[in-house]
């Protein structure tokens, strides 16, 4: 461990590496996005009626769902295959699979609107604009992957910081209602991805062409990532609805906010992993970018940490008086993010290794054990619950991968 620690370089040529620089960059966009978000939904509520933003919220929740079904894994599997192959053709092909799964999937969401979410059936008159939208969604997605993979994070925090001029079309658009905050996003899109494409084949010199071998060496590879993201995101996806039909809407709103701020620094051990699979990828050390890693997310996360547990009260306050009994709730939720950094470690290692079933065992033991244990803890402690599930499903998983480690000799 001593030699490892005595190889590090000095603070400002550790940011030039490409390990952290890459984090860093990631961690960025990450905050970018969401202060974006804040303020573009805090304009749009000064100028648009509570219905308009109630059905635009839809529509725009509607595109980042059907996204998130639409990858297939293909996010990470152009991350760890790119370094071996020829990169237009990994490019292409993952950004044509996942574009027609997002096509294909709003087609048959929009075709059942009508069951899925009346209040929606209004997506039918806007079924070409709908798909763009969903296309240029997807895109960006794939262009973001493909940034981080060859070590460019830089350029997808301009690319995310060009969706932010969704802000401005708030205004010129306003007479529109809630197309015109739908309408705002897709134009940000729309920026952001020519400008992205711009790069892609100017910079990046990426000529369009279709790889089979790729799809068929990563096609077990993305489906067990694929599973993997869909185990790791459930938990969050299903709280609220749990939360409310235990505790009612009110405490609901509670803990979702305690949640959202809470959850904020768990964007710093994703970063990392992130960051540390590209280099994995490409065959750097991976033992050493490890505990390089560790050591990175923790100089982050502890004052993270500390800086939610002592401002977090302002913070709630800042939001409503009333949001202020989510304290605790938040302070668990900061705290459970201490045992974050060896299970998204333990992740990347597992797609280092292309072992997709090793990748899905530990998410699906922490989708169950959060699941589980936050039914049962509500029921005794409220939304305080939650925030004990969470640091026992993150500290229980954390100890067993210790245990692991030590097995096969990592540490």
Known sequence: MRSIISRFKNPKEQ?????????IFIMLSSGESAIFGFFFWFLAAKLYTAEAIGIATAMISSLGLINSFSRL???QSLIRFLPEMEKSRVFWTSALVTAISAVFLGFFFVLFVDLFSPSLIILRDLLPVYILFLLLYSFSLTNSSFFIAVRKAELDFIQKMLLGSRILFLIPLIFFGAFGIF???????????S???????????????????????????????YIASVLFSLPPMLMPIIVLNILGAEQNAIYYIAYTIGAF??????????SLFVEGSYGEAMRFNTIRSILGIYAFLIPSVLGIIFIGEFLLAFLGKHYEAGLYALRLFA???????????????????????GLIAINLLLSTLLISLSYYLILLYGINGVGYAWLLSYGFCSFLIILIAKKNRWI
């Open 15 to 23: 940011i030039k590496d490409p390990l952290f620089k890459n984090s």
């Open 335 to 357: 705290v459970s993010s201490l045992f974050a950094p060896l299970f998204n470690i333990y992740n990347t290692i597992k797609r280092v290794q292309k072992d997709p079933k």
């Open 183 to 193: 309408f705002s996003v897709g134009l940000a899109y729309l920026i952001a991805v």
């Open 265 to 274: 620094v768990f964007i710093i051990p994703i970063s990392f992993g992130t």
């Open 73 to 75: 894994g293909f996010d």
């Open 195 to 225: 400008f992205s494409f711009s790069l892609l084949i100017l910079k990046f010199k990426l000529k369009f062409g279709i790889d089979k071998n790729y799809l068929k060496n990563s096609l077990e590879f993305s489906a067990g990532n």
